[in-house]
């Protein structure tokens, strides 16, 4: 939600950083797809710690990884290096910057997607269409937390014989791992994050969340849930490398979902720090006049 | 004076010199690009095909289209179609001014087609219609959905190096045969009869379909394509474009005269699960 403030108020700096970005994003894929693999390959392959009492240790702070050696932009000039978008639009103009990325993002297969019952496609289309709007608006848009599985794997987790902590930039989750079992329903109160008890499945975390309150989504394309959601996730290290998979069962859906697979990869710098984030503070909502989001 | 009729004459051998080039071998790679692009389908730097689903409202008239005969006209009041080309899917939801059934939902999802009843996605839940399976009609419902100007696009890309391009009284042709494509984000997907049919797609010079023609069961189904515009509304564009007429005869006849009025683009949530009925039926 800083971002969006940052581009509302100063496209010029946006697009700047944008230039550099794709500077950058090019010349990885020119040369680094090799490079993306053997790392990868080389996380995998350091032994995955153990905690004393013989579970695999998920504590460090754990990056994002990015394929690379994707195809080559249409805009880079492979021969003089220059890269003349400086948006990832068609013409570089930030209207096409808009369109573009609000055709990208919902250019989900039917399979990836989660199946609604009829009965909710039409609010799944309203959600869509007006989810930049006060008629229904996406709550991560509104600084409001993405929830579970939304927010993914965080970017550090903090563990114990009690509990995993994950710490994501402006949030905190909490897994219990002790063997406690979820509250009784009669005692659920509806949360963004739920309540995770984790249990292990060999050297896989399966992570078992309840009790939400209905209001996160899925996902952009306006994938609403209900309180009924039950998320099911699946967290494993190998070496230096961390999976995550999860899979949502709601009573609104034709058949469970399950997200798309996430990779990280340990921080091995042992001075390694994270930065405080700036707050979320939405300032955008009273200034859109079209529907078009991107 | 000279240097003028030698200016003139060397335009005039340039102009020709294009002509000529452009009547004998259209570049098919920059064709089916210009094709795509002109409808707003790539995006992103990198021009991919972005466009995976659309829906857009109509009104008009249609004839209903018999193994060998077609009906009489009527006046439809209203005409909602929902596309899936990733799949693929269709579901064309009409309400006639006369005739029965007044109100038909017509659904394909890749080798199933079912009629629903009176509500979209009739049949999937047990609180939420029924579903009343056609599988004769699944080709010509795939039919329709690759002879759309995005379908037409996406086949002649599937059907790979079996797609041709000419220059006919000076407008480009593109002609494939429907085909199976690699699977992928985009599937295309054909069955049956409909395999090998032979399309013939006349662009206008703008690069868009205008006239889509297809020999199918001895009989000859043209489209045309006009009036194409951003119709989404106001406050919603996407620079992807849709003919806002479209006529579609059948041996001549005209079985299909549709005004779009609006569309959304922005590859909608649509989608076209089996319902469990039709598929036991189909196994049956």
Redesign the interface.
Known sequence: MKQRFVIGSFGAVIAAISLVSAGIAAQGREGGGGQGQAAAAAAAAVPTPKRPNGVPDFSGIWVQTRPRGGAVPAALDRASGNYTNVLRSRTGSPVDFERDSGVRQRAVPRDAKPWYKPQYWERVQFNDIHGHSLLAPDPEFQCMPEGVPRIGLPQEIVQTEKQMVFLYPLHIRRIYIDGRPHPPEEQWIGTWFGHSVGTWEGDTLVVSTVDFNGLEWLGWPGWFTSPDKKVTERIRRVGNTLTWQATVEDSILLRPWTTAQQTRQLNTDPRAEIEEPLPCVERDLGHIVTRERG | MRMQRCGIAIGVAVTLAGLTLHAQAPDLKRVLHDMANSLGM???????D????VEYWGTGTMRDVGPRTVGPEVQLKSYYAQI?Y??P?MRVDMTRATGTPQREIQVVSGTFAWNEGD????G??P???NAVPAMDRVSDRLLQLWTTPFGVVKAAVAAGDRTKVTVEAGAVVVTFPLANGTPG?TVNMVTGELNGTPVKVTLNRDHRPERVEVRYRDRVFVTTYSGYADLN?A??????FLPARVVQTVDGQTVLDLTIQKS??????V?M?VPEAVQKAAAK
Do not use: C, H
């Open positions: 790539l995006r992103s730097v990198q021009e991919l972005s466009l995976m689903t899936a990733d799949f899917g509500k979209i996605g009739g999937l839940d609180a939420w219609g984000p509304e406050d919603y564009k996407a620079d992807i959304n683009t922005y590859n909608p949530y989608i699960p």
